[in-house]
Structure formats: C-alpha cells, structure tokens
C-alpha cells in the first residue's frame, strides 16, 4: 500500500511503553506532545511535567526506557510514526463494551487503523480473520457489534475523537530542524505485511479469543516483519526491515494495565521509530551522510540494520513445554543446605602443610609462616592446602573466606576457581520460567525458538549480600533471553535451571551498564536477549554460541557441567 506524499506530511509521532504481557501501550497525546519537545533537547525526561499522575516516572531517551523511581523497574520505549490517514492522525479511538456496564475497552492501535479504514471506506463489514491479523472476529459497521465466530458472542463497539491530537511529524521537524540545523527530510515510505501474526490471549471473555496454529506451523522471524523504503532530500535511499512488535491496547499510563489488548503486528500504517537508542548515532547506520538529515532518534531505523529485541506476540496456547524438561511449575525446587561451621566444611577438601613455603597468602597477603591477617592474636597460622588445585592459604583466611558467601558446603579455590563441592551464589529470590514458541531465531530457521523469562523484584540484602539490610534495586525485569529448540539449545537449558537453583545466574552488585550499585546485576553467565538480530553482541546468529563453550564454559566455571545432567 502505497503513502502518499501529503499523507507523510500529515503523519503523526506517538510513543509507547512495553507492559508486562510485552504488548506496546501509547501514551496520552498531551503527554506525547511533551515528550517530543523534550526529545531533541535532552537524555531525560519527567513524565511528571507531562501529567501529574506519573510524578514517579521518567524516561531515559539514551536507553530508551521509561524508568519507575519508586520500584526502579525500567521498561522499554519506542517512539512510532503513524501516516495521516490512520485512526491516531486523525484522532480517533476505537474501543468495545466490556463485561461490566461502562467498561469501554480501546483496541488496538493496529486493529483501530484497520477498523478506521473500514469506516472511512463505508464498508458494512470488516472480517478480521481475512486480515493479516487472523482474529476470529467480524465487525459489522451498521449495528457497531463485534462477533466472536464459531459462538456467535457480541460485543458493542464505539468510535470516538481523542480531545488532544498527536504532534504531526512536520510541526516536530521544524522544531527539531530549529535545534540541529539541518535541512529538512522528505518522506516516501512504502509498506507492506509480508505474513500473518495476530496471536492473542484465551478466552470468550477477552474481545480477542483464542487463535489456535497447527503445530507444524512455525513462522521465522522474517516471517513477520514490515519492510520499508525512505528518500531523503538528497535522493539516498536506505532500506530498512522493522520487527514486528504488538501495538498499544489504548491510551494509559505506565502505573495501568487494565483492558485487553489485541496480539497484533504492525500495518501498513504503522512504522516503528528508534526501538534502541544505542544505534541512534550516525556512525551505526548505513552512511552517516544520508541519515544525518533524518529526524532526531530515526538513525536506528532508517539506517541498513536495526536491532529487533522480541518476537512477534505470542498467546498462552501457543506457548509449548520443552521437549524433555519439566515444566517450572512441576520442578521439585532445592532447598539449600548450610554449613555453618567452615571447619565442617574444609576438612573435606583440605590437608595440612607442615612446613609453609615462604610467599604470601593470596587472600590476606601476608606470609605464609606468619599470622593471618584475619587473626587478632599474633600466633603462627595453620596452613592448609587444597586437594585437587593444591594452592596454598591460611587457615583462618579460607575460615573467613567461606563465612562471607552463601554458607552451602561449598569452596572455590580464589587463585584457579576449582570448585569443591557443590557450588551456590547469592542470587536474590524470583522466578525462571521458559517454554517453546513458534518462531525461528536467525541461524536456527529449522526450529522453533525457546524463550526463558527471568523474572526478580527488588528487595533486602541478607547476610550472603554486599550490605545486609540494605535495600537492592532490580532493573529491566522481566528479562526475555533465547536459545534454539534444538539438541544443545536444550542441554544448554538444563544447564541454566540448574544454574538458577544453584542461584548462580545473578548477584547483587555494581552494574556494569550503569554504575549503579546495590542493584541485580548478571552473574557472569552470557545470555542472548536479543531475538532477531546480533546487533549488540547479545542475539543471532551466533554458531559460536553453543558450540563454542561461550555459555558452556561459562556454566562450568560455576561448577554446573555436563555431569549434573
């Protein structure tokens, strides 16, 4: 479907915030408004200047992430450009009566472009199960009734005006032109859906009911994406492919999830603008001379390459257990043994050294003939060896060492990182979960992708932790990582839930991205997060990934290998 020229012109911007089911959710217009004027000129933005009710929220434009200060969950952001003709340029939401009397529900944005195109078209009926969308639903423009097929079930529906409009992508270009200088950009964008992804959640009370795909159906990641072409002034053109991501259920804030919200990928009138500002500079896109005279922030998208961190939505019915490998739920969970007494735990690993050679202890750095640093009294220390590594420590410096982590019977040698015994880490309380879904990771288009979510929330450090007592932060969960569904995809698997009862996979620390401290950091065990590109280093293809030990070596540095399975 081609976008005319006055249609560009009259496109509208509008950011969205990922909520918890991985669905995009728009912000008020007034709010948007705000935001775009902020944009150009800042790294971060109050929403709070925007609406007084999201007085705890604001937006980091260098990471693109709306930002909680009160619990420190971040979630991503995107800023999307809708054509002149689509439902928000013009203003209008769609929306359906819910169960409760009053409950109006707004749809989708990409199922209310749909919906307003009918509208506008006079026709009588709209079928979105013929639509790229395969919702189970028919749509009767006369009566303004939704019906559910196969039971018939009806809903009311309503279109109505927005009293505030998005900011048109001209009014911005004239800001943004007023602070960078630089000439301003003609648009020719040319969109088309190359396959279906309309997934959604499972009941009759929910407006979009359950979709159900044969399990030899499986769609790739390329599968799902909409493809488009930019001229700029300067007669360039860049290629661009922009994933697939759900669009918004409705107009809320950050602190509200209610209504439900159609599993829908993009439409010819949508265009995702800068999912990751990582890649927002010049230096990232296709040639830093055609894209300098892009917007501010569209460097990601209109360069050769762009980062795609999801998949397509997926509804619960989709989602299929791992071959092989108890769901989370069934797993038998550890309990963790302590060993309070370091001296029940070192005569297992240890021998005595008669005779000390005369270096320094690699834990408190004094002698070894000489008293330990973790010794009040003067008096000679004992000196023990490992077994398997056959280093060299005080006794008392070994005593200390295991005092300070998680007390589970365990002992890592600190020169070599021999393990002894069964080794555990500080990993703070939540959730792992993973299962099966029907899309490709790039290199791996002969099956279906696993998604594992880690899921923490903040908390309280306990003895085992850097500053017990302390409050920790937990940033950017849920976490969403992916490995193939192949043979060493699921041994990898197995691997990390064995990692994650050992609670190996996090700790609390020092962020490396941020430099924030007491807050839940990675554990030093890679994982990929990145679903259909390798843009950052974390997604595919990566052969070496599995192969290669990365993760495997990593694991067993840890003390989880093969012999656990």
């Given at each position: 479907m081609a976008t005319s020229r006055t249609n560009v012109s009259q496109a509208v911007f509008v950011w969205e915030w990922l909520n918890d089911q991985g669905r995009w959710r728009p912000y008020d217009p007034s709010v948007v408004r705000q935001i775009e004027n902020a944009y150009p000129r800042g790294n971060v933005f109050s929403l709070s200047a925007a609406d007084p009710k999201l007085i705890s929220y604001i937006l980091d434009f260098s990471r693109m992430q709306q930002i909680s200060e009160t619990t420190g969950t971040a979630r991503p952001v995107r800023r999307q450009m809708y054509s002149g003709?689509?439902?928000?340029?013009?203003?209008?939401?769609?929306?359906?009566?819910?169960?409760?009397?009053?409950?109006?529900?707004?749809?989708?944005?990409?199922?209310?472009?749909?919906?307003?195109?009918?509208?506008?078209?006079?026709?009588?009926?709209?079928?979105?199960?013929?639509?790229?969308?395969?919702?189970?639903?028919?749509?009767?423009?006369?009566?303004?009734?939704?019906?559910?097929?196969?039971?018939?079930?009806?809903?009311?529906?309503?279109?109505?005006?927005?009293?505030?409009?998005?900011?048109?992508?001209?009014?911005?270009?004239?800001?943004n032109?007023?602070?960078?200088?630089?000439?301003?950009?003609?648009?020719?964008?040319?969109?088309?859906?190359?396959?279906?992804?309309?997934?959604?959640?499972?009941?009759?009370?929910?407006?979009?009911?359950?979709?159900?795909?044969?399990?030899?159906?499986?769609?790739?990641?390329?599968?799902?994406?909409?493809?488009?072409?930019?001229?700029?002034?300067?007669?360039?053109?860049?290629?661009?492919?922009?994933?697939?991501t759900p669009s918004t259920s409705g107009i809320a804030s950050p602190s509200s999830d209610s209504g439900?919200?159609?599993?829908?990928?993009?439409?010819?009138?949508?265009?995702?603008?800068?999912?990751?500002?990582?890649?927002?500079?010049?230096?990232?896109?296709?040639?830093?001379?055609?894209?300098?005279?892009?917007?501010?922030?569209?460097?990601?998208?209109?360069?050769?390459?762009?980062?795609?961190?999801?998949?397509?939505?997926?509804?619960?019915?989709?989602?299929?257990?791992?071959?092989?490998?108890?769901?989370?739920?069934?797993?038998?969970?550890?309990?963790?043994?302590?060993?309070?007494?370091?001296?029940?735990?070192?005569?297992h690993y240890v021998s005595k050294v008669k005779?000390?050679?005369?270096?320094?202890?690699?834990?408190?750095?004094e002698e070894l003939c000489c008293s330990s640093g973790y010794e009040e009294s003067k008096a000679i220390s004992i000196v023990f060896k490992l077994e398997k590594c056959?280093?060299?420590?005080?006794?008392?410096?070994?005593?200390?060492?295991?005092?300070?982590?998680?007390?589970?019977?365990?002992?890592?040698?600190?020169?070599?990182k021999a393990i002894y015994g069964v080794k555990h880490g500080n990993q703070p309380p939540g959730s792992m979960d993973y299962h099966v879904i029907p899309f490709s990771l790039p290199g791996y288009r002969e099956c279906d992708a696993i998604r594992i979510i880690y899921n923490i929330p903040p908390?309280?450090?306990?003895?085992?932790?850097?500053?017990?007592?302390?409050?920790?932060?937990?940033?950017?969960?849920?976490?969403?990582?992916?490995?193939?569904n192949n043979d060493k995809g699921r041994k990898v698997l197995r691997l990390l839930i064995t990692a994650w009862e050992r609670r190996l996979l996090f700790t609390v620390g020092v962020s490396a991205t941020t430099g924030e401290s007491n807050t839940v950091t990675w554990n030093e065990i890679h994982h990929k997060t990145e679903f259909g590109s390798n843009l950052t280093g974390h997604g595919y293809p990566d052969p070496q990934y599995l192969d290669n030990v990365l993760v495997l070596m990593e694991l067993a540095s840890q003390g989880v290998k093969d012999e656990v399975l």
């Open positions: 003709s689509s439902a928000p340029a013009k203003g209008v939401v769609w929306q359906w009566l819910g169960d409760l009397p009053g409950s109006w529900n707004t749809y989708d944005l990409e199922i209310a472009c749909l919906l307003e195109e009918a509208y506008e078209n006079k026709q009588t009926q709209l079928n979105l199960s013929h639509t790229s969308y395969r919702l189970p639903y028919v749509v009767d423009m006369t009566t303004m009734n939704q019906v559910r097929q196969g039971s018939g079930f009806t809903r009311q529906i309503r279109r109505i005006k927005l009293p505030t409009l998005y900011p048109s992508v001209n009014s911005m270009d004239s800001d032109n007023s602070l960078t200088k630089t000439a301003k950009p003609s648009y020719k964008l040319k969109h088309s859906v190359s396959a279906p992804c309309g997934i959604s959640d499972s009941n009759d009370g929910n407006i979009y009911g359950k979709v159900r795909r044969s399990n030899s159906t499986r769609l790739s990641e390329s599968d799902c994406q909409v493809k488009a072409t930019v001229s700029v002034q300067s007669g360039s053109s860049i290629s661009t492919t922009d994933d697939i439900i919200v159609a599993s829908a990928s993009s439409s010819s009138v949508g265009m995702a603008m800068s999912p990751s500002s990582s890649l927002a500079g010049p230096s990232n896109s296709a040639s830093s001379a055609s894209t300098s005279d892009l917007p501010m922030g569209s460097s990601s998208v209109f360069g050769s390459r762009m980062v795609r961190m999801t998949p397509p939505p997926t509804s619960k019915s989709d989602c299929k257990p791992v071959p092989g490998i108890k769901p989370p739920k069934k797993r038998r969970r550890l309990s963790l043994i302590k060993v309070a007494d370091p001296d029940d735990v070192l005569k005779k000390p050679p005369t270096e320094d202890c690699p834990i408190c750095f056959k280093h060299i420590f005080h006794k008392s410096c070994l005593a200390a060492m295991y005092s300070s982590g998680p007390k589970d019977g365990s002992l890592q040698c600190p020169t070599c908390g309280t450090q306990g003895p085992e932790h850097p500053h017990p007592g302390k409050r920790y932060s937990a940033r950017g969960f849920p976490r969403h990582c992916y490995i193939p």
